[in-house]
């Protein structure tokens, strides 16, 4: 029996090349940025700055993965153009959130959605 080589064509490589890229993307499609769309408000700093925040306001009923739990929304499901609905819900809450209107800053909350919308600084 002898060993053979087999090769693929450019249209077969480029079709796997495409299906393994499409097997390793985002869970949720919203959680996909186009190149060079990034909001301005996604800084490095911006997002550690959120981290700190969001473990002293957010990580009891959201978690640490942002997945939630019990009435707790799913914030990596949050849609990233949807920033508006973001500041909405933190400041006069949503169901069994509360109200943070009178706790937090614009700024803050800038720093909140700079997190969550980078799923935690991980896009």
């Not at 985002?26 to 919203?30: E, Y």
């Not at 550690?48 to 306001?57: A, I, T």
């Not at 933190?90 to 949503?94: E, P, Q």
């Given at each position: 029996m002898t060993m053979t080589t087999r090769t693929f064509s450019p249209l077969l490589s480029t079709l796997i090349l495409s299906?393994?890229?499409a097997l390793s993307a985002?869970?949720?499609?919203?959680d996909a940025l186009p190149p060079g769309e990034r909001p301005a408000?996604?800084?490095?700093?911006?997002i550690?700055?959120?981290?700190?925040?969001?473990?002293?306001?957010c990580l009891r009923c959201h978690g640490p993965e942002m997945v939630g739990g019990n009435?707790?929304?799913?914030?990596?499901?949050?849609?990233?153009?949807?920033?508006?609905?973001?500041f909405n819900s933190?400041?006069?809450?949503?169901r069994a959130m509360p109200a943070l209107?009178?706790?937090?800053?614009?700024?803050?909350?800038?720093?909140?959605w700079s997190?969550?919308?980078t799923r935690g600084g991980k896009l």
């Open positions: 299906a393994s890229f985002p869970v949720h499609a919203q408000e996604f800084t490095a700093d911006n550690e700055k959120g981290r700190v925040l969001y473990k002293q306001m009435n707790a929304f799913d914030l990596r499901k949050f849609p990233l153009d949807d920033k508006a609905r973001f933190v400041k006069n809450g949503k209107k009178d706790i937090l800053t614009e700024e803050q909350i800038t720093i909140l997190y969550v919308g």
